[in-house]
């Protein structure tokens, strides 16, 4: 039986939370853009699971939920992509949270459109916002799970990542949702390693 995340109580209240992070940028112009591919799937997390973004704190939107007896922050970084650390350092910090315990979700131009790649550390690749995160954690020792957007062939990268998804890559956003859930479900579950070695080049 499938388990969701909910508001119930996590039977150890002390319990270290793991912060899962969707990057984005704020604002209705952006919402369908191929850049906010990590708040669609941070969205399509809460909306399954019955929690809302009903909190801002450091400048991020945030919802709260237990998850196999796991508490889990969901944020929204509210900077800005290439801002993006200055919201999320606080939110580690200010929860005390360890740098295992934290998921980054956010596009890559270099995986075909739709493919999932899952990493336990590595640099920015050149995303602005993992540059903001990098420098603003001083490591780029934590997990991260990257959504294929594809690379165009005219090669107008900055036009093809803030487009929004065509109509055929809307309809193929719910598969996708759903393979990047069951990915952190494992990560949460079975850790880093067993995501990656499962969910890879899906």
Same mark, same amino acid.
């Given at each position: #039986?499938?388990?969701?995340?909910?508001? *119930?109580?996590? @039977?150890?209240?002390?319990?270290?939370?793991?912060?899962?992070?969707?990057?984005?940028?704020?604002?209705?112009?952006?919402?369908?853009? /191929?850049?906010?591919?990590?708040?669609?799937?941070?969205?399509?997390?809460? *909306?399954?699971?019955?929690?809302?973004?009903?909190?801002?704190?450091?400048?991020?939107?945030?919802?709260?939920?237990?998850?196999?007896?796991?508490?889990?922050?969901?944020?929204?970084?509210?900077?800005?992509?290439?801002?993006?650390?200055?919201?999320?350092?606080?939110?580690?910090?200010?929860?005390?949270?360890?740098?295992?315990?934290?998921?980054?979700?956010?596009?890559?131009?270099?995986?075909?459109?739709?493919?999932? /790649?899952?990493?336990?550390?590595?640099?920015?690749?050149?995303?602005?916002? #993992?540059?903001? =995160?990098?420098?603003?954690?001083?490591?780029?020792?934590?997990?991260?799970?990257? =959504?294929?957007?594809?690379?165009?062939?005219?090669?107008?990268?900055?036009?093809?990542?803030?487009?929004?998804?065509?109509?055929?890559? *809307? /309809?193929?956003? *719910?598969? =996708?949702?759903?393979?990047?859930?069951?990915?952190? /479900?494992?990560?949460?579950?079975?850790? =880093?390693? @067993?995501?990656?070695?499962?969910?890879?080049?899906?």
């Amino acid at each position: #039986m499938r388990r969701h995340l909910g508001r *119930e109580q996590a @039977k150890d209240t002390d319990a270290t939370r793991k912060l899962i992070a969707g990057l984005g940028n704020p604002g209705v112009q952006y919402l369908r853009n /191929r850049h906010n591919v990590g708040f669609l799937a941070l969205d399509h997390l809460a *909306e399954l699971n019955h929690l809302n973004f009903a909190r801002r704190r450091f400048n991020a939107l945030l919802a709260e939920g237990v998850f196999d007896d796991q508490r889990l922050l969901l944020a929204k970084p509210q900077t800005f992509m290439n801002a993006s650390g200055s919201a999320l350092a606080k939110l580690v910090a200010f929860n005390r949270i360890p740098t295992r315990d934290i998921i980054v979700i956010y596009d890559d131009l270099d995986l075909p459109f739709g493919k999932i /790649r899952v990493r336990a550390r590595g640099s920015a690749g050149g995303h602005h916002g #993992m540059e903001s =995160i990098i420098n603003a954690l001083g490591t780029s020792d934590f997990p991260r799970l990257r =959504i294929g957007i594809g690379r165009p062939a005219s090669r107008e990268d900055i036009g093809h990542v803030l487009g929004n998804f065509s109509e055929e890559e *809307e /309809r193929a956003l *719910e598969e =996708i949702f759903a393979r990047v859930e069951n990915a952190l /479900r494992v990560w949460l579950n079975e850790g =880093i390693e @067993k995501a990656m070695s499962l969910f890879n080049g899906q």
